[in-house]
């Protein structure tokens, strides 16, 4: 027996992080050296459109977060579009001080729903969620009558994504705050063991004494949470909220999580990657519009480098090894 | 004799219970609508299901494999935005080029006609069989999770499409629509055979709508072929365990990129129908983020274990028709069209939720975390 060195132990989940993070300045540069040339400056470098970025950014990294959980368990939530609508369009609806904790409740309430029937009903999460995607979605649509709502998004909700505190976007404080939450329950609590076994073997931390189906629906309510909070959010952002406000968050987050080291069939994977892999979408995003890509381009460039990424650390094992 | 009948039933109960849960609620349709049976609706409803019927056949293959494959949609899209130049039928021909920059590129010209209409519609398909050999290499040799992979080629697929289409547009010849988005009567008059479909042997098939006889075609011609062939069975030996298949001498990475081709074939197959009837292409991408998305649906409905290694393709027509029926039950009950998106996911959910009842059967919960 062989003992692995602990350095390669560790390089294992920490190379795709560094490998992103190195791709992250590649953009950075690419992107100055083409502003450079063609307008003679170099927004990218700025702080103020950095953190303007990263405003942006933030309704990503929150929903990222939310996803990170459930596909660390080797599962993946498909209802995230129509359930951040939802948590927006309930929240601007009721409006006043309720608002916010109403959104949020329709948050937790759609991942129980989704945790129950992933956990106890035994129906696999792809296609569960996307039921309860089109129920939301339904739901939605019959309250509506599938315009866009006229309430407007209180003023709390603005504070939170559209003001500055110290100049610094309050949408970035709440992202840091979600951030060190999720950092703390999977690197410091039990439930975060628990996920990380669930996604290697939910047999194994079943008979290990794990209650595997209550640890799936708590990351299930916590994904919905977390596509809540950003639904919220982006509905303070943009004053109201709209149909199909979700639809541009579920691929970007599922790329995010797994550029960033994550493993799609779970129990591997850092926090940090998934910060990266966020940071990485909105700049490429934003280098892509500044040059004016039309929307083919940016939509070949998108998904070559998720392959490109993937296939650096990425790939999976030889069935033969 | 009796048990092998029995366990055939049991091997295929998914399969039986779609073509059950379908014969029931499509009599159920004939029988509330206004119309009663014809011809005519059987055309319709037929034009309006085979292109989700070809994609959740495409969705099927990869599934088998244990592999997840979100690209069929955009796939689907991308062969459709072709098929929108090459199937015009222009009588003198079309010239293809590419401008790369300001250098003007001629590479060939295709033939007018009948002949130029054919040669397009294998181009269309030859471009879907690449798109997803291209998927299968990705999978196999890029050793990537299909899931992922597809999203990602799936994002190039679209934006393959909406290079070629910024805006929907494009013609598709009237005599090809016409010919294919009717009734084999019609077909037959459209190109001129069995005396313009007025041949007294052929009136009794002349009621049957041409997009059935495609699927039918397709189904016996493609799908039942590959099924029986060695590939075939890897598929299903890769999708119920990758590792024995491996060990037992399976041709496992050809089983994998072949399904992923043969996927690839199934939604080209699709586009081109869609392009054909709509006569038009379009870069939809929200368009083909359903399709996607209901294929999967159609794939459950049908039988198909997403964990791999059992189901068909003919189950997943059959959760397609069930699917498309339901969405016409609207139209004949009147049911406020805002409603319906909510009635379409409760009945996706409670179908799925049906499969559930087998938990209460397991006796040792180990069983469960497959």
């Known amino acids: 027996v062989t003992a692995i060195p602990a350095s390669a132990a560790l390089s294992r989940d920490d190379r795709p992080i560094a490998i992103a993070a190195l791709f992250i300045v590649a953009i950075l540069i690419a992107g100055t050296a083409y502003t450079w040339l063609r307008f003679g400056s170099a927004p990218l470098l700025s702080p103020t459109y950095l953190l303007q970025q990263l405003q942006i950014g933030a309704f990503l990294g929150i929903v990222a977060a939310g996803m990170m959980i459930v596909i660390l368990m080797a599962q993946i939530d498909l209802s995230v579009p129509w359930t951040l609508a939802a948590a927006a369009m309930m929240a601007t609806a009721v409006g006043g001080p309720w608002a916010i904790p109403i959104g949020l409740a329709i948050g937790l309430v759609v991942g129980f729903v989704n945790g129950i029937g992933v956990a106890y009903l035994r129906v696999p999460s792809m296609i569960f969620t996307l039921g309860v995607n089109a129920v939301m979605r339904g739901l939605m649509v019959a309250h509506t009558g599938g315009f866009a709502p006229q309430t407007a998004a209180t003023d709390l909700m603005r504070w939170l994504a559209a003001q500055h505190t110290f100049g610094i976007p309050n949408a970035l404080f709440v992202w840091l705050g979600v951030s060190v939450l999720v950092v703390v329950i999977l690197q410091r609590t039990a439930l975060g063991r628990y996920i990380y076994a669930i996604g290697n073997k939910e047999a194994a931390a079943y008979l290990a004494g794990v209650d595997t189906r209550r640890v799936t629906v708590i990351c299930f309510a916590l994904c919905g949470l977390t596509a809540a909070l950003a639904g919220v959010l982006l509905a303070g952002y943009s004053q109201k909220a709209y149909q199909g406000m979700g639809d541009a968050y579920l691929l970007p987050s599922i790329a995010a999580v797994v550029i960033g080291g994550t493993n799609i069939l779970g129990g591997r994977g850092r926090y940090l990657g998934t910060l990266v892999g966020v940071i990485l979408i909105v700049l490429l995003n934003s280098v892509l519009s500044i040059m004016e890509m039309p929307e083919a381009g940016r939509q070949v460039i998108y998904g070559a480098v998720i392959i490109l990424m993937l296939l650096v650390y990425g790939r999976g094992e030889r069935v033969t090894s | ?370």
């Open chain 2, 1 to 370: 004799m009796s048990s092998d009948f029995a366990i055939r039933l049991r091997q295929n109960f998914g399969l039986v219970t779609a073509v059950v849960l379908f014969c029931v609620v499509y009599l159920f349709y004939h029988i509330a609508h206004p119309k009663g049976f014809s011809s005519a609706v059987l055309v319709q409803n037929a034009d309006e299901t085979f292109t989700l019927a070809m994609v959740a056949m495409a969705q099927t293959v990869p599934v088998l494999a244990a592999g997840l494959d979100l690209s069929v949609g955009a796939l689907m899209t991308m062969v459709g935005c072709f098929a929108s130049y090459l199937l015009t039928g222009a009588p003198e021909g079309l010239p293809l080029s590419i401008d790369v920059g300001s250098v003007h590129f001629t590479l060939a010209t295709m033939p007018g006609g009948t002949a130029g209409i054919l040669v397009g519609m294998v181009i269309c398909l030859a471009i879907g069989l690449l798109a997803g050999f291209v998927n299968g290499c990705v999978v196999v040799y890029g050793r990537i999770q299909p899931i992922i992979a597809t999203l990602a080629t799936g994002a190039i697929f679209i934006g393959i499409a909406l290079f070629l289409r910024p805006t929907p547009g494009g013609k598709i010849n009237d005599d090809l629509n016409w010919a294919l988005t009717n009734s084999l009567g019609d077909f037959a008059s459209t190109v001129h055979i069995f005396d313009d479909g007025s041949a007294p042997w052929f009136q009794p098939f002349a009621g049957i709508p041409v997009p059935f006889v495609l699927l039918v075609l397709i189904t016996l011609l493609v799908w039942v072929p590959f099924r029986r062939s060695v590939t075939g069975r890897a598929v299903y030996a890769v999708g119920s365990a990758e590792g024995a298949a491996y060990m037992s001498g399976l041709p496992i990475e050809r089983a994998r990129i072949a399904a992923f081709t043969l996927a690839g074939f199934f939604a080209a197959c699709g586009g081109l129908f869609l392009a054909i009837q709509t006569s038009s292409g379009n870069a939809d991408i929200p368009q083909a983020g359903t399709y996607t998305l209901n294929s999967i649906a159609s794939v459950v409905i049908g039988g198909t274990s997403l964990l791999g290694g059992s189901g068909g393709a003919i189950g997943s027509i059959f959760g397609a028709l069930i699917l498309r029926v339901i969405s016409f039950f609207f139209r004949i009950f009147d049911i406020a069209p805002l409603l319906q998106p909510l009635f379409e996911g409760l009945i996706l959910l409670a179908a799925v939720s049906i499969g559930a009842l087998r938990v209460l059967r397991v006796r040792n919960t180990l069983e469960l975390f497959r």
